[in-house]
């Protein structure tokens, strides 16, 4: 009988080990949580969110343009604000009414209208922004709205019991871009510094090509750990993003 007994509680205690195993094996399945005809925002990891916004554009027409939104204990960092004040607000809203988190800040990581566009929005809501301080140059250059708070190579952040980092690797896309990490779920946010798989070159007035591949290499080095990195425009992916940008401005 005791022999029974042994045997059925190592049992037990095999499935239960199983179980949890099995648990954790779970891969995440990202889903589209919200949507309108101005803003979109898809659940890509247990706590981050790819937002997408829309920018009207004389080369490459009606452009959907990406940012992050990262969470940690009811705490919000965005990276990249919607394209215009209105889809920012959407988004504020989204944020505080579905979520339930308070954004502690906005960091645009270059100076185009594509990252902050919606940043007026987030100052008349009272939440902080920081850029690099050559986007702030930048914005005041081209009379946009300016960010409050800069940097010179890297910021870090708290949000919740986690922290995020911001970081200039150099000059590429433009000459004040900068990608954004979140360390907790290994995501990239590489902004427009960063393409999406068979993407073309994009815009690139105020592009340095000759440093491009350089800076995304800088990049890829850094953070080896990497699962998702989510690119300016277009699909979110993997490192093979990172690979496919420094090909494609590699200077021969």
């Known amino acids: 009988m005791k022999v029974i007994n042994k045997i059925l ?33 898809t659940q890509i990891s247990e706590n981050a969110f790819k937002h997408v916004s829309f920018l009207q554009t004389n080369d490459f027409g009606y452009v959907p343009c990406n940012g992050l939104i990262v969470r ?10 919607p394209t215009n004040d209105k889809s920012a607000e959407e988004l504020m809203k989204w944020v505080s009414e579905t979520l339930h988190c308070k954004i502690n800040a906005i960091i645009p990581t270059h100076f185009h209208d594509d990252c902050l566009g919606g940043l007026k929005a987030f100052h008349n809501n009272h939440i902080p922004s920081y850029a690099n301080f050559e986007t702030i140059k930048l914005a005041k250059e081209n009379n946009f709205t300016v960010p409050q708070n800069g940097f010179k190579n890297l910021l870090e952040l708290k949000v919740g019991k986690e922290k995020i980092t911001a ?86």
């Open 167 to 252: 970081r200039f690797f150099g000059e590429g896309h433009t000459k004040d871009n900068v990608v954004g990490y979140f360390p907790s779920e290994n995501i990239l946010f590489g902004g427009c510094l960063v393409k999406e798989l068979n993407a073309s070159k994009g815009y690139l007035g105020d592009a340095n090509i000759e440093e491009w591949s350089n800076t995304v290499e800088k990049v890829k080095k850094t953070y080896p750990k990497t699962k998702i990195v989510v690119p300016g425009h277009g699909e979110y992916g993997n490192q093979q993003l990172l690979d496919y940008t420094i090909k494609l401005f590699k200077v021969q």
């Open 9 to 41: 509680f190592v049992l037990v205690i095999s499935l239960i080990a199983l179980s949890s195993f099995a648990q954790k094996k779970v891969i995440f399945k990202p889903k589209e949580i919200y949507k309108t005809s101005s803003l979109v925002i």
């Open 72 to 81: 940690s204990n009811n705490e919000i960092i965005v990276f990249d604000t």
